[in-house]
């Protein structure tokens, strides 16, 4: 009776294989060597002729030569290919969170493939449920990808999908409108280069006049930007929130008195440089081809109105420190001109004349009321009001 090796299957599995050997009765002993992607693996001895099981558990190419010893002689046997594979294929599909516009196209098998370590390239095998997904919906889609290889082994991959709105029309909008101003504001420029290069070539045929009451581009930007900041604090005024909002500016219009006259103006401005720092976002979104969030909007917005508030405290608090400092001078120049026995009247217009900023525009206004036969007390007593020193009014006292 011949010994009998289990027939091997040269077909591809995934699960463990069990060999049975059983050598004939006129076998001394025999061993068997294992080749597992054609090197040895595993060599075992039986010393006599017993049934082996043989169990191959990992993946790989395995063959198996089995020698028998005889009385006299030796034969060979050689089983032929066992393949295991317990390995998933490798499956790539890119950038597995991808943000889809509304009525664009996605290329479902752009980014994809598959390797396996048996077949190769099996990505002609990879399959989706794209066919499942409506993309013109809004909203996060789950992009399945899924492939097997010969002995069953499956990978799967997942890829979110989130359409969003299409703002292409959006953009378009504001990058016409911003186009638009800078064609307007590039004609305004030519017509005025243009105004300019004119009137050098008739100055030479022209008597120029004693004062020159030309007005300058900056100036008549400045003009032009005066005249919005009073249109818009005259629409805040009707406002009873925004008035009461406005008190607490009030101690500015002090520093910027030429540039602003009340707290409304003041805030007028704010809102200006506000819709200056949004267009600026507008500006740097459109180039980079986005179109700003409702959040981006915000946040500029809200920058570019609190921005001034730095700049205003800054000077408020160095026109104090002056106000302050020069104030003490002007006690000095008072107190001397009362030595060499000049009235109050006079030393006010001395401090008026000898010095110079905020107290001294302050002690004109003193020097008007006592002209108009206001009571001392009365006027430095305004006077004290108005700057809000301590020691304002410990002056006022004693001149009392």
Excluded: C
Excluded at 24 to 46: A, P
Excluded at 91 to 108: A, S, Y
Excluded at 195 to 216: A, Q, T, V
Excluded at 277 to 284: N, R, W
């Amino acid at each position: 009776m011949d010994s009998k090796l289990s027939r091997y299957n040269a077909d591809l599995t995934n699960e463990d294989i069990e060999i049975e050997y059983i050598p004939n009765n006129l076998v001394k002993n025999y061993e068997y060597i294992i080749y597992k992607n054609n090197r040895k693996y595993k060599i075992v001895n039986v010393p006599n002729s017993q049934i082996s099981n043989i169990i191959l558990s990992e993946s790989g190419t395995y063959q198996i030569n089995i020698k028998e010893y005889y009385e006299n002689e030796t034969k060979e046997i050689r089983s032929g290919n066992y393949l295991i594979d317990k390995e998933s294929p490798n499956l790539e599909v890119g950038n597995t969170n991808l943000t889809l516009k509304k009525g664009t196209n996605i290329d479902i098998m752009g980014n994809v493939k598959a390797i396996d370590n048996f077949d190769g390239d099996i990505t002609s095998n990879v399959e989706n449920n794209s066919n499942k997904i409506n993309f013109t919906k809004i909203g996060n889609h789950k992009l399945v990808y899924t492939v097997s290889d010969r002995a069953g082994n499956t990978t799967t991959k997942t890829v979110m999908v989130n359409v969003v709105k299409n703002d292409t029309t959006q953009l378009l909008i504001t990058q016409g409108f911003i186009l638009l101003t800078l064609i307007v504001i590039l004609i305004y420029f030519i017509k005025y280069n243009k105004s300019l290069n004119i009137e050098k070539r008739i100055s030479k045929y022209s008597i120029k006049p004693i004062k020159d009451h030309s007005k300058s581009l900056f100036g008549s930007i400045f003009r032009f930007v005066d005249k919005i900041i009073n249109r818009i604090s005259k629409s805040l005024s009707k406002s009873v929130i925004l008035s009461k909002i406005s008190k607490r500016y009030t101690k500015y219009v002090k520093v910027f008195g030429k540039e602003h006259d009340t707290g409304l103006t003041i805030i007028a401005e704010k809102i200006i440089v506000s819709f200056i720092f949004l267009m600026v976002a507008i500006i740097s979104k459109t180039i980079r081809l986005e179109v700003l969030s409702f959040y981006e909007m915000i946040i500029p917005l809200l920058v570019g109105y609190y921005a001034l508030d730095f700049i205003y405290a800054y000077r408020y608090n160095k026109y104090r420190k002056r106000l302050e400092n020069d104030f003490l001078q002007a006690i000095i120049v008072m107190n001397n001109a009362f030595k060499s026995g000049r009235s109050i009247t006079q030393a006010v217009d001395l401090v008026s004349t000898e010095l110079t900023g905020p107290i001294s525009e302050e002690f004109k206004k003193i020097s008007l009321e006592l002209s108009f036969g206001l009571d001392v007390e009365v006027v430095f007593k305004r006077f004290a009001d108005r700057i809000e020193l301590e020691e304002a009014a410990y002056l006022t006292a004693s001149l009392a």
